[in-house]
């Protein structure tokens, strides 16, 4: 199996629960990208949108992500996909990349409600529309294609696609 586990996908697609759940059965370690953004700058994320702005916030996500040397599973950001050189890093070798990818009304559910900084800027339609442009990145970066949220399963169609 890959050493890297990369999680990919929308605002509210599960890659962090999915992302926790999957590095404990498969006894690896799990890393969140905000995360570990947020430990660099000392700022949440949505204070360094504030403070920044989503420019700067990708550059710096793009940078952290580029550099990323350590083995287990990793949950990105939404807008990872967005940067081309990024989407470039994930079709290259030695890494596994999973997009999780539910129904728009169970991502909206979920992130509806979160004070996200795209979820406060946008319109629900405007989201929406931010979902359906980034779906084709999520597409041609990915390995695997992953619509449930069973974590057991998303192990086995792991273990499986290891051994075809
Ligand atoms: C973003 C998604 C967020 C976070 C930031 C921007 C996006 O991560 O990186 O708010 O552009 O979709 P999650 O996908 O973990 O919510």
Same mark, same amino acid.
């Given at each position: 199996m890959q050493d890297l586990i990369i999680l990919i996908?929308?605002?509210?697609?599960g890659k962090t629960f999915l992302g926790n759940k999957l590095a404990q059965l498969l006894s690896v370690d799990f890393y969140d990208l905000d995360r570990e953004m947020e430990v660099r700058t000392k700022m949440t994320i949505p204070e360094f949108f504030t403070q920044f702005g989503e420019k700067?916030?990708?550059?710096?996500? #793009?940078?952290?992500? @580029?550099?990323?040397? &350590?083995?287990?599973?990793i949950a990105t950001g939404g807008g990872l996909v967005d940067l081309e050189i990024n989407r470039k890093f994930l079709? #290259?070798?030695?890494? @596994?990349?999973?997009? &999780?990818?539910?129904?728009?009304?169970?991502?909206?559910?979920?992130?509806?409600?979160?004070?996200?900084p795209l979820v406060k800027k946008h319109s629900d339609l405007a989201l929406k529309e931010l979902w359906i442009k980034?779906?084709?990145?999520?597409?041609?970066?990915?390995?695997?294609r992953y619509q449930d949220h069973d974590p057991s399963r998303?192990?086995?169609?792991?273990?499986n696609n290891h051994t075809d």
């Open positions: 996908g929308f605002m509210g697609s700067k916030f990708r550059q710096l996500e #793009s940078r952290v992500f @580029l550099n990323w040397k &350590l083995p287990g599973v079709k #290259s070798d030695n890494k @596994l990349v999973v997009w &999780l990818d539910p129904d728009w009304d169970v991502i909206w559910s979920r992130i509806s409600e979160t004070s996200r980034r779906c084709p990145y999520y597409r041609e970066s990915c390995d695997i998303l192990r086995d169609l792991i273990y």
